[in-house]
């Protein structure tokens, strides 16, 4: 079994910065970190959830979703079973909770959530204008 913990989010103003970590537990992920795909999905009020960016096992690939590319930055530290998401330049549309989510099945990156076998409880960033 795999827990991801999510921490970092908070309330900013547009145009601050915030950096989201992801840190996952459990038996199989601590010996076998570099077996995780991740990701970051975000959902806003009223919305569905929808993705952010993705990493692939070994944090060689990543891939943004067009509304952040340029702006925010994924990343892995397998060796602290630990994900980031570095958000800059903040606008009041990032608004969401921010979830991570982890894969053993893909190889690579996907942006579907359907794809992610284990998930977070969220943390909330909220960006004021």
């Known amino acids: 079994q795999v827990q991801l913990v999510e921490s970092g989010g908070g309330l900013v103003q547009a145009g601050s910065s915030l950096r989201v970590s992801c840190a996952a537990s459990?038996?199989?992920?601590?010996?076998?970190?570099?077996?995780?795909?991740m990701g970051w999905f975000r959902q806003a009020p009223g919305k569905e959830r929808e993705f952010v960016a993705a990493?692939?096992?070994?944090?060689?690939?990543?891939y943004y979703a067009d509304s952040v590319k340029g702006r925010f930055t994924i990343s892995r530290d397998n060796a602290k079973n630990t994900a980031y998401l570095q958000m800059n330049s903040l606008k009041p549309e990032d608004t969401a909770v921010y979830y991570c989510?982890?894969?053993?099945?893909?190889?690579?990156?996907?942006?579907?959530?359907?794809?992610?076998?284990?998930w977070g409880q969220g943390t909330q960033v909220t960006v004021s204008s």
């Open positions: 989510a982890a894969s053993v099945s893909l190889t690579g990156y996907s942006t579907y959530s359907s794809d992610y076998n284990y």
């Open positions: 459990g038996r199989t992920f601590s010996s076998y970190a570099s077996s995780y795909a």
């Open positions: 990493v692939s096992r070994s944090g060689g690939s990543t």
